[in-house]
């Protein structure tokens, strides 16, 4: 029923560890995305994805990687997490016209200890 | 660049006033379009209105009333006749034609007490 939904909500690890974030959507678009939120609330893009393709990597360090195995998932892996890293990471889509909103998933809260 | 500047950082009010939230964004582009996404307690975002560059027509839509003025570079919205549950995290956005992101102001918190 969900329109985008990202597992887990909550992620607590430790320094060094790799993890991943997987996000679906079932409305069909053809644009997803992933944003990181840190601790001020500030709202970033990360990457954008356009039919699988990387359209847009906001200079995010490589040690995030981004994985579209089709137009419903994108993915994020995330190696040798930091404490830096800790943030909120929102996974979103919409239909590729510009002229239409971006429908977000309810967000995972990653705590790197 | 695009840059969306939110001045209000936290807006305190009591039920059943009103609250107006500012957004001011710059551009070179003829071609934009403006958001208001709102973001309660529980974290989530949840899209509020959507305007287009080519169209000024201001509306209402229920208790949400939004001005856009291309002179000034304004978006703003309105919230009439505020309640506790409109608290929460407001964020104005903008995305240009041809470009897959949304780019951000920094939020206004609005705290209506009861």
Known sequence: DTAVSQTPKYLVTQ???DKSIKCEQNLGHDTMYWYKQDSKKFLKIMFSYNNKELI???TVPNRFSPKSPDKAHLNLHINSLELGDSAV???????????TEAFFGQGTRLTVV | AQKVTQAQTEISVVEKEDVTLDCVY??????????WYKQPPSGELV???RRN?????NEISGRYSWNFQKSTSSFNF???ASQVVDSAVYFCALRFRDDYKLSFGAGTTVTVRA
């Open chain 2, 78 to 80: 309105t919230i009439t």
């Open chain 2, 47 to 49: 899209f509020l209105i």
């Open chain 2, 53 to 57: 560059s080519f169209d000024e027509q």
């Open chain 1, 56 to 58: 847009i990597n906001e």
């Open chain 1, 89 to 99: 990471y929102f996974c979103a889509s919409s239909p590729a016209n510009e002229n």
């Open chain 1, 15 to 17: 320094m060094g560890n």
């Open chain 2, 26 to 35: 710059e551009t070179r582009d003829t071609t934009y379009y403006l958001f």
